[in-house]
């Protein structure tokens, strides 16, 4: 018992000194946050409302930077409901002009602007819904040479590219640079969401190790589909940034709007992933 007890008190102390350490670091946090105005009240005046996020979750939003690899059905949709929630600054990458068959899903583009800059048009009608909004705009897609310059912009990053080389170059990064790293996708009337974040969960090399052989750059797909699962992956960056709720860390959304099943799968890092693993 005399060996017992001040291990008990010790642990106490650790507890105590751990929960002060954390509030000072909240209140510090907190402190350093940029003031909202009066008009950034109004406009936010419904969300800010919202239990466990309140002003200082909205300061955050306006603090931080988000990165989305494409913005087409599905990275339009988290770029603009990221505008409108408040983000403070978007890094956005995407190449090409704008082509008739994205008009059924890409919705910060237009008809009137068809063949011309997919970018300038996305930014043009992001800065109409926000125009305190800052834009970092790439007008090229991601790839092995600006993968790196691109995560090192961002808090968080999204991952709406298509194509997998694209998706790997951006997870090694934010692996590599330890930022949280969303990743949406979708098929026909499926998609499916999750989040890593580096030292926590695997990456997105433990759920798929290879590019799959099937996989083609056009698929159909709802542009319904698209702007649900871009909804969703703004929704969790909000999350992330805010402290807000329980973010899909290790977890797989998987939706099936045919039969409108939502189910949710474990995910657990693979110890010989080439990126997270344990020799990496």
């Given at each position: 018992t005399s060996r017992t007890a001040p291990a008990k008190r010790n642990g106490s102390r650790a507890v105590i000194f751990g929960w002060q350490m954390a509030r000072?670091?909240?209140?510090n946090d907190e402190m350093s946050l940029p003031e909202l105005t009066s008009l950034e009240q109004e406009i936010y005046s419904w969300q800010t409302t919202i239990e466990g996020f309140g002003e200082p979750g909205q300061q955050r939003l306006k603090s931080a930077s988000v990165m989305v690899s494409r913005i087409g059905g599905l990275g339009g949709l988290v770029a603009y409901e990221l505008a409108a929630a408040g983000i403070g600054k978007l890094v956005l990458a995407h190449g090409g002009n704008i082509k008739p068959s994205d008009l059924n899903r890409q919705l910060l583009m237009s008809?009137?602007?068809?063949?011309?800059?997919?970018?300038?048009?996305?930014?043009?009608?992001?800065?109409?819904?926000?125009?305190r909004l800052e834009i970092?705009?790439?007008?090229e897609n991601v790839n092995e040479s600006n993968a790196a310059e691109?995560?090192?912009?961002?808090?968080?990053?999204?991952?709406?590219?298509?194509?997998?080389?694209e998706r790997f170059f951006m997870n090694r990064e934010a692996?590599?640079?330890g930022k949280p790293l969303v990743e949406c996708?979708?098929?026909?009337?499926?998609?499916?969401?999750?989040s890593f974040k580096p030292g926590?969960?695997?990456?997105?090399?433990?759920?798929?190790?290879?590019?799959?052989?099937?996989?083609?750059?056009?698929?159909?797909?709802?542009?319904?589909?698209s702007g649900m699962v871009g909804c969703l992956g703004a929704m969790e960056v909000i999350k992330i940034i805010a402290d807000l709720g329980q973010p899909?860390?290790?977890?797989?959304?998987?939706?099936?709007?045919?039969?409108?099943?939502?189910?949710?799968?474990?995910?657990?890092?693979?110890?010989d992933c080439p990126v997270c693993g344990e020799n990496e």
């Open positions: 000072w670091r909240a209140m008809h009137a602007a068809l063949d011309s800059s997919r970018m300038e048009c996305a930014v043009a009608r992001l800065r109409e819904l926000n125009p970092v705009s790439v007008e691109l995560v090192a912009e961002a808090d968080v990053v999204v991952d709406c590219a298509p194509l997998f080389e692996v590599r640079q996708a979708m098929f026909e009337l499926e998609a499916h969401i999750t926590i969960t695997g990456c997105l090399q433990c759920l798929y190790p290879e590019a799959p052989d099937y996989w083609q750059r056009r698929f159909p797909v709802f542009g319904a589909v899909l860390y290790g977890r797989l959304l998987t939706c099936d709007l045919k039969s409108m099943k939502f189910n949710q799968v474990r995910l657990r890092q693979r110890p």
